[in-house]
């Protein structure tokens, strides 16, 4: 019996193979490239799970591959990138899955947003007009400090932070020279300390799993650096969270499964940022996992079988909380190693250093999650402290880049 992965999260693979092991089901991962998944493929015995190197942007391929792929009974399609196409073949072959409609939808961030005000869950509308129109209508219904961004976008990619006028005819230039994933519109900008809800859902029932912290670079960029889990609210405080993310994700109609809902605490209550139909990404599974003492991926499992998942009802026995930091370089360049990862063995929080970048590689974007190289993962007894660990042991370690073959300079960076 197989359930099939189109692409994956680049950590998590580990824990969805001893899901499905754990389940009797075999997991089958379909990859354009399995370098992309090194990390946990090296940890894994050769034969943990079935992979077939295709292209998973060609739906018709797939539809073809899978149709032919021995008792089929899942698909599970994890990623921002992905996600539309793995809900276009769980449509096509019958199985288990979210109405297509409803993951186009959460791709969507403007519709997103005009969903959620007609609700009447969040103060801002999109903003959308043709070209230099947009400039006008921006200032008109919204006003400034505003944001631009991609309604398609990843990674915080293709996001703009306008002030003022300077700002905002730089952003618009700027925009209109990059290749987005979908479509320029603007928002209000909601100012707080920004945080990701992890939910499961099924039958339009939330479950609040933990809140993670999203600590942020300065403005006007929005680089993802730390974050931790379980962020220790208050109960009252918990509870109405968890009731208001049930109201959110019933506005978009997303019934089922794992989402991943980035929010700003605002002075006037919170405000999303956007929801992604899917498991945290970078270490939030991992730390989902090892925080809340069981595979949350079995639930990732159950869902794509169609079942009710066991963690939405479970008495969860706990274990340490968690942070990571992302490490960048200081500098753009090419990717040449990192130092200080000896000293990982003296710090405070069993801290590990999770590889993304392999010698070798550019790197070119140091303003958003395209830029860092790895990450460092630490541990306590609290998210607090856990932060204070990561923190610490990120400090310990230098990113290393070379500069670009003919460009000069140096490159080598602090992380």
């Not at 961030?109 to 903003?127: E, I, S």
């Not at 000896?342 to 993304?356: D, H, K, N």
Request: charged residues 25%.
């Amino acid at each position: 019996m197989t359930v099939v992965c189109l692409e994956s999260l680049t950590f998590g693979l580990g824990h969805l193979v001893r899901a499905a092991d754990a389940l009797g089901e075999r997991l089958t991962l379909l990859t354009r490239d399995r370098s992309y998944y090194a990390h946990d493929l090296e940890r894994l015995p050769a034969d943990a799970l079935d992979i077939v190197v295709t292209d998973t942007f060609d739906v018709e391929g797939l539809t073809v591959l899978l149709h032919r792929t021995p008792e089929l009974r899942g698909l599970i399609s994890s990623t921002d990138t992905w996600a539309l196409a793995g809900a276009e073949l769980t449509e096509r072959l019958c199985l288990p899955g979210l109405d297509p409609a409803v993951l186009r939808l959460t791709r969507d961030k403007a519709a997103v947003r005009d969903r959620l005000h007609g609700a009447g869950l969040t103060r801002g509308r999109a903003v959308e007009a043709p070209g230099a129109e947009l400039r006008d209508v921006l200032l008109k219904e919204t006003g400034l400090p505003a944001v631009l961004k991609d309604t398609a976008g990843t990674g915080s990619q293709n996001v703009w932070l306008v002030r003022d006028d300077q700002e905002l005819e730089a952003a618009l230039d700027e925009a209109a020279g990059r290749e987005l994933k979908g479509r320029l519109f603007a928002e209000p900008y909601f100012s707080g300390p920004v945080y990701s809800a992890e939910t499961l859902t099924w039958a339009g029932l939330t479950r609040l799993l933990g809140v993670s912290s999203r600590l942020m670079s300065p403005e006007p960029y929005f680089r993802e650096e730390i974050t931790a889990f379980p962020v220790a609210f208050p109960e009252a405080r918990r509870a109405g969270l968890e009731r208001w993310l049930g109201e959110v994700l019933a506005a978009v109609g997303y019934t089922d499964r794992f989402a991943h809902v980035e929010f700003v605490l605002t002075t006037g209550g919170p405000e999303v940022v956007e929801i992604n139909p899917r498991i945290g990404g970078a270490l939030v599974g991992e730390g989902m996992c090892r925080a809340l003492g069981v595979n949350v991926y079995e639930a990732m499992i159950e869902a794509a079988l169609g079942r009710r998942p066991r963690l939405l009802d479970a008495d969860l026995p706990g274990g340490p909380a968690v942070a990571f930091v992302l490490g960048y370089p200081a500098a753009p360049g090419v990717f040449t190693g990192v130092a200080g990862l000896e000293r990982l063995a003296e710090l405070p929080g069993s801290p590990v250093w999770f590889p993304i970048r392999s010698i070798g590689d550019p790197v070119e974007h140091l303003a958003d999650s395209r830029g860092y190289a790895g990450i460092v993962y630490a541990e306590a007894e609290t998210a607090e402290l856990a932060t204070h660990h990561a923190v610490a042991a990120a400090n310990a370690l230098t990113v290393l880049t070379e500069p670009f073959p003919g460009t000069g300079g140096t490159g080598d960076a602090g992380g």
